[in-house]
């Protein structure tokens, strides 16, 4: 089977840092990606990790541990805008096709 | 501006009827998506195509149909079959088969079943 866990909600305020965890568990697993989704709209591209390690964008990171199963999103500066959900998607390769498996979602609060 | 063009982005289905949703896309994506999203839940994968003429079942087609007679559309039939019709309904693509550069998404179909 597959599945990902991450926790359901965060709060945090203005300026701070926030970090967001996904753990797991799938074969064919090719890559995570992280997206965002503010309430009433549609999920937007945020970053992929293929390989361990850190990707920077702007006041977004993305990690990735293959070996753990684990990846994290940070979010630094924080800015009221934030405040959405935040999914970790798993990209499957089986049987020629990629897929990408969401996880249930992250609901980011950020208060002043 | 290239993008995925959902519609209608509000539809109210009677009981026992089938409806199809629209999903365009000007992006020149071989692969296109369509996800289900029920209220504080993630995505969930309905179909999936990668080429023309081509298409896979995802986790939850049950109720579905799909086509991909052109490369620019893969419209969703959702058939009297589907118990639980009612969600957001919502349409993707990717440039390439590893999805290196992300989902684009479009807008979404918000289905209510009346």
């Known amino acids: 089977g597959q599945s990902l866990e991450q926790p359901s909600e965060v709060t945090a305020v203005e300026g701070a840092i926030v970090q967001i965890n996904c753990t797991y568990q799938?074969?064919?697993?090719?890559?995570l990606s992280w997206y965002q989704q503010h309430d009433g709209g549609a999920p937007t591209f945020l970053s992929y990790?293929?390989?361990?390690g850190l990707e920077e964008t702007g006041r977004f990171s993305s990690f990735l541990s293959r070996s753990d199963s684990y990846g994290y999103l940070l979010l630094q500066e924080l800015q009221m805008k934030d405040s959405a959900s935040y999914f970790c998607?798993?990209?499957?390769?089986?049987?020629?096709?990629?897929?990408?498996?969401f996880g249930a979602g992250t609901r980011l609060a950020v208060h002043p | 501006d290239g993008g995925i063009t959902q519609s209608p982005k509000y539809l109210f289905r009677k009981e026992g009827q089938n409806v199809t949703l629209s999903c365009e896309q000007n992006?020149?994506?071989?692969?296109m998506y369509w996800y289900r999203q029920d209220p504080g839940q993630g995505l969930r994968l309905i179909y999936y195509?990668?080429?023309?003429?081509?298409?896979q079942k995802g986790d939850i087609a049950e109720g579905y149909s799909v086509s991909r007679e052109k490369k620019e559309s893969f419209p969703l039939t959702v058939t009297s079959a589907q118990k639980n019709p009612t969600a957001f309904y919502l349409c993707?693509?990717?440039?390439?088969?590893?999805?290196?550069?992300?989902?684009?998404f479009g807008s979404g179909t918000r289905l209510t079943v009346v």
């Open positions: 993707a693509s990717t440039k390439d088969r590893a999805n290196l550069y992300g989902y684009t």
């Open positions: 799938t074969s064919g697993f090719y890559g």
């Open positions: 990790n293929g390989l361990d």
């Open positions: 998607a798993v990209i499957r390769f089986s049987g020629g096709y990629n897929k990408l498996i």
């Open positions: 992006l020149n994506h071989d692969a």
């Open positions: 195509s990668q080429i023309v003429n081509d298409f």
